[in-house]
């Protein structure tokens, strides 16, 4: 079992900058697979960031890729979305996720979810 808890949402103006921040607890967090997803009111879940066990490996959606960076702490059991440059279209709530096996970037694919943190940006 896995058990992940998101902070750092808020309000923000476009361009500006937010630090999400996930916490996971329970099996050894240095071997799990980490992602952040996003959902905007009437949309599907998709796809943000993923990093490997290790932190060595990235992936990022084309839509984020040079404004977002992933990130982890494996001695704190941690992960990181550094977000800048935000604009209207972020607006979601964002979630973290973790899977056992593998990376990958659909949803059905992560065995373990976060409850979200809300992520607004004005514009």
């Known amino acids: 079992q896995v058990q992940l808890v998101e902070s750092g949402g808020g309000l923000v103006q476009a361009g500006g900058s937010l630090r999400l921040s996930c916490a996971a607890s329970?099996?050894?967090?240095?071997?799990?697979?980490m992602g952040w997803f996003r959902q905007a009111p009437g949309k599907e879940r998709e796809f943000v960031a993923a990093?490997?066990?290790?932190?060595?490996?990235?992936y990022y959606a084309d839509s984020v890729k040079g404004r977002f960076t992933i990130s982890r702490e494996n001695a704190k059991k941690m992960v990181y979305l550094q977000m800048n440059s935000l604009k209207p279209e972020d607006t979601a709530v964002y979630y973290c996720?973790?899977?056992?096996?593998?990376?990958?970037?659909?949803?059905?694919?992560?065995?373990?979810w976060g409850q979200g943190t809300q992520v607004t940006v004005s514009s």
């Open positions: 996720a973790a899977k056992i096996t593998g990376i990958a970037m659909t949803p059905p694919s992560y065995d373990y």
């Open positions: 329970g099996r050894t967090f240095s071997s799990v697979n």
């Open positions: 990093i490997n066990w290790s932190g060595g490996t990235t």
